[in-house]
């Protein structure tokens, strides 16, 4: 009797291991970022209320995304869902780039046990393959919680640095700083200079708060795009200007899904990829200096 015991405990842990190792699951995002205004902006006095209106449009729909987050115990792979392009939308080689900027443009893969990530993303031509440490960030557990999509969540907070390649960060500048800057350019203007751009119009913020529900009833160790640290799923994560929403969960499907970060791509740190970013925005940015009027660069005409 006490063998029959001792071999059904042994293949009760045995099938307990055999499910957490097989245990996946899949989850659907909605990503949707607020689109700046461009009405009253300086050195937009030659675009008519037409253009503006196209050039917001256009940003509402690039900022609009779906993601899909393939997960398990201890990895998971978030990848942006990809759709056919209507004719006349922008060229591939734009989207790719934009999605650089926005938080998509990879294969994003976590490793929440090594607590590691690699991303592999297209710049200017050139593949990048990020691989760097997961963000710690230091959740602040709430009390707070709401119901998403049939789970119970509960509220965590936390303070992040922004970053300065993910264009989601800039924020309008405030009237006390555009008369700041307005009285910068008449300087410039009586020594000849002209500095009328698009994006003196914008800041990036030096941190951001970060607001994200959870899940225990899914007890993984994962989110969207490199957020984690939490007990359960992340099923809702908002920054203040983007918001990223879970709107379908499939757990423990009958096929499975090959979670492995990519391997195309010169290696290169996530700082090290961030600067090569910067350098080349620079570039953008003095090529576009005196355009008055015009657009961003990255957006066209």
């Known amino acids: 009797m006490k063998k029959v015991i001792y071999y059904m405990s042994l293949m009760l842990v045995f099938t307990q291991m055999h499910a957490q190792k097989e245990f996946q699951g899949m989850a659907v995002y909605e990503s949707k970022t607020q689109a700046p205004k461009f009405e009253g902006m300086r050195g937009n006095r030659d675009i008519t209320p037409e253009m503006q209106k196209n050039m917001e449009e256009r940003m509402k729909q690039m900022l609009e995304k779906t993601f899909i987050l393939n997960f398990d115990k201890s990895a998971s792979v978030y990848k942006e869902e990809e759709k056919l392009e209507a004719p006349g939308q922008q060229g591939g080689g734009m989207r790719i780039m934009m999605n650089s900027f926005m938080g998509g443009g990879g294969t994003f893969y976590k490793d929440v046990k090594a607590k590691s990530y690699t991303v592999d993303k297209e710049f200017m031509g050139k593949e990048f393959l990020v691989v760097d440490s997961l963000p710690k960030l230091n959740w602040k557990m709430e009390s707070e919680t709401k119901q998403i999509g049939g789970y119970t969540c509960y509220k965590a907070t936390a303070v992040k640095e922004a970053s300065k390649t993910d264009f989601r960060n800039f924020r309008p500048k405030n009237n006390d700083d555009k008369k700041t800057e307005e009285k910068k350019d008449d300087v410039k203007k009586t020594s000849g200079e ?30 969207p795009e490199n957020y984690w640290g939490l007990p359960g799923l992340i099923l809702e994560v908002n920054d203040g200007r983007t918001t990223i929403l879970c709107s379908k969960i499939i757990l423990n499907a009958k096929e499975k899904v090959e979670i492995k970060p990519s391997k195309k791509g010169k290696v290169i740190s996530q700082k090290d990829y961030d600067e090569t970013v910067i350098k080349k925005m620079e570039e953008f940015r003095e090529m576009n200096r005196g355009r008055a009027g015009g657009p961003p660069p990255m957006m066209g005409r």
């Open 194 to 223: 002209t500095k009328t751009n698009f994006e003196d119009n914008f800041e990036i913020p030096k941190e951001v708060t970060i607001t994200a529900w959870y899940s225990p009833e899914i007890p993984v160790n994962q989110g």
